[in-house]
């Protein structure tokens, strides 16, 4: 699985992004998919993840109520809609895939539990 993440730009707060991770040479729409941040000198931080087929979804507390992760279609391409954006939200943002299927809404947000990892998508929030 190869995942190509992009929508990464520099907004002003309040503004809004919307980051896409698409997949390529297999399909993942049956395995957890997340996104992750890691700001400089910071550890990878959660953000999001979905499950199969569109749900369910999981949210960390920092970015609940502000980014929606969702899926387009077929599954293998999966969004992060960000609005209300601030200075510390501002870092590089990676995609994820699981190579594991898990049974009913768990969904895994460590970075240990993710095999496939795209490429960063730089994020800067500055007025």
């Known amino acids: 699985v190869q995942l190509q993440a992009s929508g990464g730009g520099a907004v002003q707060p309040g503004d809004s992004l919307r980051l896409s991770c698409a997949a390529s040479?297999?399909?993942?729409?049956?395995?957890?998919t997340a996104w992750f941040r890691q700001a400089p000198g910071k550890e990878r931080e959660f953000l999001a993840a979905?499950?199969?087929?569109?749900?369910?979804?999981l949210y960390a507390s920092s970015v609940k109520g502000r980014f929606t992760i969702s899926r387009h279609g077929a599954g293998d391409t999966v969004y992060l809609q960000m609005n209300s954006l601030r200075p510390e939200d501002s870092a590089d943002y990676y995609c994820?895939?699981?190579?594991?299927?898990?049974?009913?809404?768990?969904?895994?947000?460590?970075?240990?539990?993710?095999?496939?990892w795209g490429q960063g998508t730089q994020v800067t929030v500055s007025s």
């Open positions: 994820a895939a699981s190579g594991t299927s898990y049974s009913g809404d768990y969904l895994p947000s460590e970075t240990y539990q993710y095999d496939y």
């Open positions: 979905i499950g199969w087929s569109g749900g369910p979804k």
């Open positions: 040479g297999h399909t993942y729409s049956s395995r957890p």
